[in-house]
Nanobody, 120 residues
Framework: VQLQASGGGLVQAGGSLRLSCAVS????????MGWFRQAPGKEREFVGI???????DYADSVKGRFTISRDNAKNMVYLQMNSLKPEDTAVYYC???????????????WGQGTQVTVSS
C-alpha cells in the first residue's frame, strides 16, 4: 500500500487547510486511516482516525477543529483543518492499518509527510 499526502502550506492563525492522502495498491475502505503529525523536536503524535465503519476519533488537541473524511470511490482520505493555531505547525502524515491500536502504536503503512506551518 502506498500513500501520498499533499496539501500542506503556510497559513495564518485562524485559517484553514485541507490535506489529502491518495492511496494506491490497496482499497481505502479496507483500512483504518489515520493522520499523525510531528512537530520539530517532538515525537510523532496521533491526530485522528477514520474507522472502517465511517466513524472518527480525534486527539483532544484538535477535536472540534479537524475533520477526517473518506472518498472510497477516489481512494482518498482528507483532513480538514479549521481554526488553525501556531501549535498545529508540524509535518503531517497519513497512515493506514488494520489494528485499532494504530492510534497508539502508529500505522502499518505511511505516506511521506506534508508540512503545515501556522503563523501567529
Amino acid at each position: 500500500v502506498q500513500l501520498q499526502a499533499s496539501g500542506g502550506g503556510l497559513v495564518q492563525a485562524g485559517g484553514s487547510l485541507r490535506l489529502s492522502c491518495a492511496v494506491s495498491g490497496g482499497t481505502v475502505s479496507n483500512y483504518l486511516m489515520g493522520w499523525f503529525r510531528q512537530a520539530p523536536g517532538k515525537e510523532r503524535e496521533f491526530v485522528g482516525i477514520s474507522w472502517s465503519g465511517g466513524s472518527t476519533d480525534y486527539a483532544d488537541s484538535v477535536k472540534g477543529r479537524f475533520t477526517i473524511s473518506r472518498d472510497n470511490a477516489k481512494n482518498m482520505v482528507y483532513l480538514q483543518m479549521n481554526s488553525l493555531k501556531p501549535e498545529d505547525t508540524a509535518v503531517y502524515y497519513c497512515g493506514a492499518g488494520r489494528r485499532p491500536s494504530m492510534m497508539f502504536t502508529g500505522a502499518d503503512y505511511w505516506g511521506q509527510g506534508t508540512q503545515v506551518t501556522v503563523s501567529s
